[in-house]
T-cell receptor, first 113, second 118 residues
Framework: DAKTTQPTSMDCAEGRAANLPCNHS???????VYWYRQIHSQGPQYIIHGLKNNETNEMASLIITEDRKSSTLILPHATLRDTAVYYCIVRVLFRGTASKLTFGTGTRLQVTL | NAGVMQNPRHLVRRRGQEARLRCSPM?????VYWYRQLPEEGLKFMVYLQKENIIDESGMPKERFSAEFPKEGPSILRIQQVVRGDSAAYFC????????????????FGPGTRLTVL
């Protein structure tokens, strides 16, 4: 799976949009971009994933550049409960099978009042 | 719809004892993954199982660790003769491959089992 690069930490004011970048310059055509977060020491929580089109769900939006070498996770209105470590993961998916998630160090997002 | 369940949530063992960690996947999921998170470190993949089969065990330590996912019942991660270095949070995730199209198996995680070895 392609390696990802994320900033170590970021701050965001409550109510503002949190934009978390991720570089994956060696991504292949059959690799998806996944985002998870881990709040304190809880189990990782799935947020969103995409291949090449922008995606949006009730939690966040995922913007993937046209060349697919980078992406941005957007939390539109961050709250204190969004304070967590956010992981950007690139993984290949094959027809009929599945694969492990390779976690990096992630971005520690601190949402403040 | 219940999520992934793990028990026990906390487990204390003395050096040399055995630890058994259980994982019940989400309803309808037949794929289970185990990950380990050492203190102040990231999550590391250990093993991927389908019902009665080990698919990928590339992250499992060669000795003392084993995993199974029987036809009936939960998946079990077993650690024999535990040592202090086994102290960690062990997370289980499950997924379901849908249909005959490209797999988009999102993995959903349980709350973890925190193992402390005295």
């Amino acid at each position: 799976d392609a390696k990802t690069t994320q900033p170590t930490s970021m701050d965001c004011a409550e109510g503002r949009a949190a934009n978390l970048p991720c570089n994956h310059s060696t991504i292949s055509g059959n690799e998806y971009v996944y985002w998870y977060r881990q709040i304190h020491s809880q189990g990782p929580q799935y947020i969103i994933h995409g291949l090449k089109n922008n995606e949006t769900n009730e939690m966040a939006s995922l913007i993937i550049t046209e060349d697919r070498k980078s992406s941005t996770l957007i939390l539109p209105h961050a709250t204190l409960r969004d304070t967590a470590v956010y992981y950007c993961i690139v993984r290949v998916l094959f027809r009929g099978t599945a694969s492990k998630l390779t976690f990096g160090t992630g971005t520690r997002l601190q949402v403040t009042l | 719809n219940a999520g992934v369940m793990q028990n026990p949530r906390h487990l204390v063992r003395r050096r040399g004892q055995e630890a058994r960690l259980r994982c019940s996947p989400m309803k309808g999921h037949s794929h289970v993954y185990w990950y380990r998170q050492l203190p102040e470190e990231g999550l590391k993949f250990m093993v991927y199982l389908q019902k009665e089969n080990i698919i990928d065990e590339s992250g499992m330590p060669k000795e003392r660790f084993s995993a199974e996912f029987p036809k009936e019942g939960p998946s079990i991660l077993r650690i024999q003769q535990v040592v202090r270095g086994d102290s960690a949070a062990y997370f289980c995730a499950s997924s379901s491959l849908r249909g005959s199209g490209l797999a988009t198996d999102t993995q959903y995680f349980g709350p973890g089992t925190r193992l402390t070895v005295l």
